[in-house]
């Protein structure tokens, strides 16, 4: 075979070997990271019923212990928790041994601590499940369902970034007053027959006090995360301004997300894709109000954004705010497992998933069935959205592979 026969044999075989790598063997990574996306989308709807049960086999450890050690700086929690009932059981039933207000905020809030020494945040009930807020989309006080049904949906879309939430019943009189601070219990008032607390906070007022059913007060308690994790605390690039007449630059600046590539910590790293993970998460709740949020410390944007304060969420289920969708649109960009996550609940499933996820929980019923609704419709816009973009930019440039070996070590 003469020379420039086998040159144009081999550059052809070169062709051949360089198809079969891009297109066969890319795809068939491709094709076992989707069954392991479906595999886990299975292994989530397995377990979703949490029973809430104080046993805990084959351990010493306190639940404190356990949740505690959970904690990596990309999940609060890990995808097999068996022990998550029994750690839910203890929020929502042991003995509180101090309250005080709670921390810096705008919102009323307590600071408990439960026996084994366990930080928790207690929002109390302002609304009822059916109550509708009007208004602004980030209008009307703290709904402390909404924390309890945000945390279970961060476990049916895999995130595992919120803390664990769980609703409980304290008793004012005898639970709280008796162990309360100085502080704390100057805000306590009786208004009719039901003792009442206002706290301290940038927007608590005497005139506007949360009130128990007589004694009896329903909320919300959330588990504060270990102190070995301090928290830093970042401005939300698609934060909004709160001010009439004066916008964002995201909001009228459509190459926005362009700017925000170029600056740390979206130019590289996980986190513009958590940011994008976030409008998602905070859209089907209708959470408008995420203008800052928490990472681990000195991480250098490789820790999670941490889905903490959901409480602003659920307030109008005929309100779909598109522009908390911001950053999904603007940057047209999305992960792969997010994605495929966000199909398999597609058609009702997630109404139904969510239903099962909160149904054993103290406070059940948590949303209303207008909510419950507002969910299945609200992903049908995302599903909607990422489409467009996909349209626009194809599909290899919109869905992102971002998979993290996660370590609980």
């Known amino acids: 075979m003469k020379l420039k026969q086998r040159v144009v044999l081999l550059a052809i075989l070169l062709v051949i070997f360089i198809f079969t790598k891009v297109f066969l ?21 397995a377990s979703l019923r949490v029973q809430l049960d104080p046993r805990l086999d084959h351990t010493l450890q306190s639940p404190w212990e356990i949740a505690a050690q959970w904690v990596v700086p990309r999940e609060v929690y890990p995808e097999e928790t068996p022990e998550l009932g029994a750690v839910m059981h203890a929020m929502s039933t042991k003995k509180i041994i101090k309250a005080d207000v709670g921390y810096k905020g705008t919102q009323l809030k307590a600071l408990l601590i439960l026996e084994g020494g366990q930080k928790v945040v207690f929002k109390p009930r302002r609304y009822a499940r059916d109550y509708v807020v009007e208004g602004e989309p980030y209008a009307g006080y703290d709904r402390h369902n909404a924390e309890v049904a945000a945390f279970h949906l961060d476990r049916i879309l895999g995130f ?5 939430v769980v609703g409980r019943f304290v008793n ?6 008796p162990v309360a601070t100085e502080q704390l219990l100057g805000t306590f008032m009786t208004v009719g027959n039901n003792t009442c607390f ?14 128990a059913d007589g004694d009896i007060m329903e909320g919300s308690v959330t588990l504060w995360l270990p102190d070995v994790w301090p928290l830093q605390k970042h401005r939300h690039p698609w934060g909004r301004t709160y001010r009439e007449g004066k916008l964002a630059r995201w909001e009228y600046d459509e190459s ?3 700017a925000v590539k ?10 513009l894709l958590d940011i994008i993970d976030t409008a998602i998460f905070d859209y089907l709740i209708g959470n408008a109000d995420r203008h800052h949020y928490e990472s681990f410390q000195d991480d250098e944007g490789a820790s999670m954004l941490i889905l903490l304060d959901n409480a602003k969420s659920f307030g109008n289920p005929a309100l779909d705010e598109r522009s908390i969708l911001a950053p999904l649109y603007q940057c047209c960009i999305i992960r792969v497992s997010t994605w495929n996550r966000l199909n398999y609940l597609k058609n009702g499933v997630l109404k139904s998933a969510l239903k099962t996820a909160m149904s054993h929980d103290p406070i059940s019923p948590v949303l209303s069935e207008p909510h419950l609704d507002a969910l299945d419709q609200r992903l049908l816009s995302i599903l909607a959205t990422v489409k467009q973009c996909t349209d626009q ?13 996660l370590s609980h070590l």
């Open 172 to 177: 004012l009189r005898t639970e709280i007053k």
């Open 393 to 405: 930019f194809g599909p290899d440039v919109v869905l992102v592979e971002d998979r993290m070996t």
């Open 160 to 164: 595992r970034r919120a803390p664990l």
């Open 256 to 258: 926005y997300c362009d």
């Open 198 to 211: 206002y706290g301290k906070c940038y927007y608590c007022r005497e005139t506007e006090p949360a009130c």
């Open 25 to 45: 063997i890319d795809n068939l990574d491709t094709s076992a990271a989707n069954r392991e996306d479906q595999r886990a989308f299975h292994r989530m709807m």
């Open 262 to 271: 170029k600056t740390s910590p979206y130019d590289s790293g996980p986190r």
